[in-house]
C-alpha cells in the first residue's frame, strides 16, 4: 500500500472510530470498521474505540498505531525498555517498519517543559543505556527551539528531536526514532 493510500485508511480509520465512539463504543461497531478500511485499503487494521487507539498493519508487517483520544499511544514490541521516553512524555504515535533489511521503530510524544530539560534528561538516559552520543545540538529560535543527537549502541541508531511548541510555551515534542541494521 503506498504511503497516501496509508494515510487515507488510518485518516478514515480515525473519523469513523470518532463518530462510532460518540454512537457507542461496541466492539461490534469497531469489527465493522476494521473490515470497511481492510477492504477499502488492504492491511490490518485494529480499532479499539475503548482505548482510542488504532493500529494499522500493512501486508509487509510495517505498523502504526495512533492516539486518537488524548490517554497515549504504546512503545513498539521491540523498543528498548532503558529507552522508553520519561513518564511526564504522552505518546501520540507509534510505528515500525523495515527499509530495505533494517527495522525502524519511531515515537512522537508531547510533553510540558522546556528543551533543556528534556536534553538532559534524555542524553543521561541514552548513555545509562550504553549508547554513545555521537552527535549532539541545539538551537534557540524565534517562537520556539530544537534539540536533537544521534547515538549508536552496536548494530543500533537512535536519532532523537525535541521541538519547542511556538504556540504552547511551556511544551515540547519528542521524536525517537531507533534503527537496526538487518
Do not use: F, H
Not at 498505531?65 to 521491540?78: C, F, Q, R, T, V
Not at 549508536?152 to 515534542?173: C, E, M, N, W
Amino acid at each position: 500500500m503506498s504511503g497516501r493510500m496509508k494515510a487515507a485508511a488510518i485518516g478514515l480509520a480515525v473519523g469513523l472510530v470518532l463518530v462510532g465512539s460518540a454512537c457507542s463504543s461496541s466492539d461490534a461497531a469497531d469489527k465493522l470498521t476494521e473490515k470497511a478500511i481492510e477492504k477499502s485499503g488492504g492491511g490490518d487494521v485494529d480499532i479499539d474505540s475503548k482505548d482510542g487507539t488504532v493500529k494499522y498493519t500493512d501486508k509487509n508487517g510495517n505498523e502504526t498505531e495512533m492516539n486518537i483520544d488524548g490517554d497515549g499511544a504504546s512503545l513498539p514490541d521491540d523498543w528498548p525498555s532503558d529507552l522508553a521516553p520519561p513518564d511526564s512524555v504522552k505518546l501520540i504515535t507509534s510505528n515500525t517498519s523495515t527499509s530495505g533489511s533494517d527495522q525502524v521503530m519511531t515515537v512522537l510524544g508531547e510533553a510540558s517543559g522546556s528543551i533543556d530539560d528534556y536534553q538532559s534528561a534524555i542524553e543521561g538516559q541514552v548513555t545509562d543505556a550504553g549508547y554513545e552520543v555521537t552527535q549532539s545540538t541545539s538551537k534557540d529560535v524565534t517562537g520556539g527551539g530544537y534539540a536533537g543527537m544521534t547515538a549508536t549502541k552496536g548494530d543500533q541508531t537512535l536519532v532523537v528531536a525535541i521541538a519547542g511548541d511556538p504556540a504552547r510555551k511551556d511544551s515540547v515534542t519528542i521524536t525517537m526514532t531507533i534503527t537496526t541494521k538487518g
